[in-house]
Structures are given as structure tokens and as C-alpha cells.
Nanobody, 124 residues
Framework: QVQLVESGGGLVQAGGSLRLSCAAS????????MGWFRQAPGKERDFVAA????????DYADSVKGRFTISRDNAKNTVYLQMNSLKPEDTAVYYC?????????????????WGQGTQVLVSS
């Protein structure tokens, strides 16, 4: 089993930036696809971005395309989400997740392991 721990969340003004990190332990992430999801209060968990094991393939939700960038450093067993031009509607708890079958997917139920989440609050 792999344990995932997110960090980097916080309070930021609209237009600002944050970089989230997802550090893994227990197993190497080298062969896994990784995803970021978010859940706002009272809403369902939504797909944000995903990346394959090599980092050469990515996918983004339309709402974040052009503003967010997912990347990974397999040597550090860490996945990142760079968030720029943040908007109040980006406020949510952000979760990273691992897909052991290394397929990029937007379907949360496909992912095998989840972190506990990190809060992002964007003020207007």
C-alpha cells in the first residue's frame, strides 16, 4: 500500500498562486498514474488533473486548463500541482490519488489510494 500526504494549501488572494505537493511513502510511484481532485463544501469530489507515470501525458479539467500544471518527480516520489491565477471558485480541499494501473482517468473510483487532503482558500 502507498501512503499519500498533501501539503502546500493555504489562504491566498484571487489572482495568486500556490503549489501543492503530494509525497508518497510505502511504495514507489514510478509506475503509477497520479491525479488531483478537489471537493468544495457541499459538493462532490471533482477531477482536477492527472499525469501518467512518465509525466509525458497529462489531462486537465476545463475549469483549470491553462492555469494549473501537474508534474511529478519520481526520484522524490512526489507529485505537484502548480496553481496560478487562482479564483474564489477554486476554494476546496484538494486530494491527490494514485492509480496503480497507470491510466490517466477522470474517474475517482478508479484510483486506489488517496491522501487526506489539503485546504485551499481563495479570497476575493
Amino acid at each position: 500500500q502507498v501512503q499519500l500526504v498533501e501539503s502546500g494549501g493555504g489562504l491566498v488572494q484571487a489572482g495568486g498562486s500556490l503549489r501543492l505537493s503530494c509525497a508518497a511513502s510505502g511504495r514507489s510511484l514510478n509506475s503509477y498514474a497520479m491525479g488531483w481532485f478537489r471537493q468544495a463544501p457541499g459538493k462532490e469530489r471533482d477531477f482536477v488533473a492527472a499525469i501518467n507515470w512518465s509525466g509525458l501525458a497529462t489531462d486537465y479539467a476545463d475549469s483549470v486548463k491553462g492555469r494549473f500544471t501537474i508534474s511529478r518527480d519520481n526520484a522524490k516520489n512526489t507529485v505537484y500541482l502548480q496553481m496560478n491565477s487562482l479564483k474564489p471558485e477554486d476554494t476546496a480541499v484538494y486530494y491527490c490519488a494514485a492509480n496503480f494501473e497507470d491510466s490517466i482517468t477522470r474517474m475517482a473510483e478508479v484510483y486506489h489510494s488517496w491522501g487526506q487532503g489539503t485546504q485551499v482558500l481563495v479570497s476575493s
